[in-house]
């Protein structure tokens, strides 16, 4: 490995923005709390939760803007170093307002426009980074003015430096992506494709990607060349729900490093994202968690008590 650092990528970094309002209104002005502010996007939920288990990470991506500035300065006060290139477009803000009466609601504003210039040096930011990378991590939507096959061009440029990449996309991303040797590509069966988990994983695997990693509602299924396993949490008296999709992706990380088996690496994903939780008081500081955001990623820090309990409820086996 060329370095010692997972270098997180995140091309459309978002700023939430949390308001909770003390009353229910019908009309009219509704007084609500001072903003809370926290940096979000796939590749920064996995930074964070890399570093919650010790791991030196480096987020990196596109920030532009206040926007941006805040999230530079939300990931240093979490002790997340940024390597972010900016842009002279604004990064997106997602607002999410609570109340006494009704759930969340959230408003997604579009990410800044990428110039040419921008992207090149980008592309010129990433190529250095990777010289210390012990992995990359290629993850979330990409904003306006990037080509679709972005992805795959980063994926060969980290096989060019010798640094395994662990690429989460879907669609059109993910087509022009998967031919250029991911050595991980963590997909979503409802997003990705057609047909069984299984399935998307094989077809993935015959167009290039190392071994794949699909979540089937609260199932997850890996294929590898090595053999196909199916993993499930099952902790009793509770539903099963879908794992977060961050979470699942910073999970699988430290395994793919590490050589883990299969097995262990589903434990540690699984378990990670049940045990993955909001920070205290949210987005808005209003002491109910941010719970998931808008892409379904989950919490962005580790209960390590809760961790550790469910890595037994966690169920693998070869699918039947």
Excluded: K
Aim: glycine share 16%; net charge neutral.
């Amino acid at each position: 490995m060329a370095g010692d650092v997972i270098v997180t990528v995140t091309l459309n970094a978002a700023l939430h923005v949390g308001y909770a309002a003390a009353a229910a209104a019908a009309a009219g002005v509704v007084p609500v709390s001072r903003p809370g502010y926290r940096a979000g996007g796939r590749g920064v939920t996995v930074a964070r939760l890399l570093r919650s288990f010790g791991h030196d990470v480096l987020a990196a991506g596109l920030a532009g803007g206040s926007s941006g500035e805040l999230i530079r300065e939300d990931l240093a006060r979490s002790g997340v170093p940024t390597a972010f290139t900016p842009t002279r477009g604004e990064s997106r803000r997602i607002y999410r307002f609570t109340g006494p009466s009704r759930g969340p609601l959230r408003f997604a504003e579009p990410g800044p426009y990428i110039t040419t210039e921008e992207l090149g040096r980008f592309a010129a930011d990433y190529r250095r980074l990777l010289a210390d990378a012990a992995a990359v991590v290629l993850c979330g939507s990409l904003p306006d003015g990037l080509p679709p096959d972005i992805y795959g061009t980063l994926v060969t440029y980290a096989a060019e430096a010798g640094v395994p990449a662990i690429l989460d996309a879907g669609g059109e991303e993910l087509g022009h992506a998967v031919g250029h040797g991911p050595d991980l590509v963590v997909a979503e069966q409802g997003r990705a494709g057609a047909g069984t988990g299984a399935d998307l994983g094989a077809a993935l695997i015959r167009l290039g990607a190392g071994a794949v990693a699909v979540a089937c509602g609260d199932l997850v299924r890996a294929v590898t060349p090595a053999g196909r396993w199916t993993a499930r949490l099952a902790v009793p008296g509770t539903a099963a729900r879908r794992p977060a999709r961050g979470a699942l992706v910073a999970g699988l990380v430290p395994g793919q490093l590490l050589g883990w088996s299969w097995p262990d690496r589903l434990r540690h994903a699984l378990a990670l994202a049940a045990g993955s939780v909001a920070p205290p008081g949210g987005e808005g500081g209003d002491g109910r968690g941010a719970g998931q955001d808008s892409q379904g990623d989950g919490g962005d820090r580790v209960d390590l008590a809760a961790y550790e309990r469910l890595l037994d409820a966690v169920t693998v086996e070869p699918p039947g």
